[in-house]
């Protein structure tokens, strides 16, 4: 099965190829990238072929898949040109930065029978799949209410260019919490009401959010969204789950299988995750969905879903008060 990864516009790009490269029937053949030297110093660094344009790519590769990590405003026109060259497609989160151009990468994936995939591999962790299974079989009886948090150091760049990323640390940081909770509870976000601001950098974009959501099912939730970790960090962030439910309460810790390495040479500190590889379990699931001819596990209207809620917090912020989902477009 061969494959192409378009843009190394986000980091995730360089975690996503290496896992690709660890399955034995997986061959990376080409990568695309806007930036020449950053891609053609890529392409020789994992043996693959280089282009400028993606969608020279697409007419010259004969690939099973594709891979898109560009800027988020970006997402669309790589999805629906890969989608029309009948690529199955995994995309990094959040899927679009509007309602519009997400329904239409949906339509246009399914018009061309193709698999459309939301990169978000919190679901994979073996941790957050077990407590699913858990609160499936009814073992925490009624759940009352989450309180989570997706931190994370301020990664400057695109990311911080409101036309670019469609927003800040709360378009950034909301989706991927906020996916596992639509998932765990099986139902949707009716109401969303959220206070961000810049108070941190000296930046154009929200640095910190507080999110909160009532669910359909009356269950509340809030996610602190902010990019609140300093450069000395010894990790990107983390993304904590508390849980309070009938029978108990429940807390992940998502990034806390790490070892701590004190490093003289550059007189730094690191984590050094020990656990599963939850970018690895995603991928390989994407994998095995195209090859098995199956659905895949995250779908484009998760992303989409996911992404409303983003998009309702800023409306909620510009408001000052709760916004009713779903959002018109």
């Not at 698999?115 to 994979?124: G, I, S, Y």
């Not at 759940?143 to 150091?153: D, L, S």
């Not at 994407?286 to 998760?302: L, M, R």
């Amino acid at each position: 099965m061969k494959g192409a990864i378009l843009s190394f516009a986000h980091m995730h790009a360089f975690s996503y190829i290496e896992c690709l490269k660890r399955i034995p029937e997986v061959e990376v053949v080409a990568i695309a990238d806007e930036d020449e030297d950053r891609g053609k110093s890529l392409a020789s660094r994992f043996n693959t072929r280089y282009y400028k344009d993606y969608q020279d790519l697409l007419k010259s590769e004969d690939i099973d898949f594709v891979v898109v990590c560009s800027e988020n405003v970006r997402h669309k026109d790589m999805v629906i040109a890969s989608a029309q060259a009948g690529k199955h497609i995994l995309c990094e989160k959040p899927i679009s930065v509007d309602i519009k151009s997400a329904k239409e990468m949906i339509e246009v994936a399914k018009k061309y029978g193709v698999q459309l995939q939301t990169a978000f591999p919190v679901r994979f962790s073996p941790i957050v799949r077990r407590v699913k299974d858990m609160i499936d079989n009814g073992e925490f009886g009624k759940i009352f209410a989450f309180n989570c948090t997706n931190h994370g150091k301020m990664p400057g760049g695109w990311f911080v260019d409101k036309s670019l990323a469609g927003g800040g640390a709360i378009m950034d940081h909301t989706v991927h919490v906020m996916d596992i909770l639509r998932w765990y509870l099986g139902c949707e976000a009716e109401y969303v009401y959220a206070e961000g601001d810049t108070l941190l950098h000296d930046i154009p974009s929200d640095d910190v959010g507080l999110v909160s959501i009532i669910f359909e099912n009356g269950i509340f939730a809030t996610i602190d969204t902010s990019w609140s970790r300093p450069k000395s960090f010894p990790i990107w962030g983390d993304v904590n789950i508390y849980m309070v439910a009938e029978k108990g309460a429940v807390e992940i810790e998502v990034f806390n299988q790490n070892l701590s390495l004190y490093n003289d040479k550059t007189m730094s500190v690191s984590w050094l995750g020990w656990g599963s590889n939850m970018d690895f379990l995603m991928v390989k699931s994407f994998i095995s969905s195209i090859k098995e001819n199956k659905p895949v596990e995250v779908t484009g209207y998760d992303g989409l879903k996911a992404m409303e809620v983003a998009l309702a917090a800023y409306r909620s912020i510009e408001l000052k008060e709760p916004i009713k989902l779903p959002l018109e477009e």
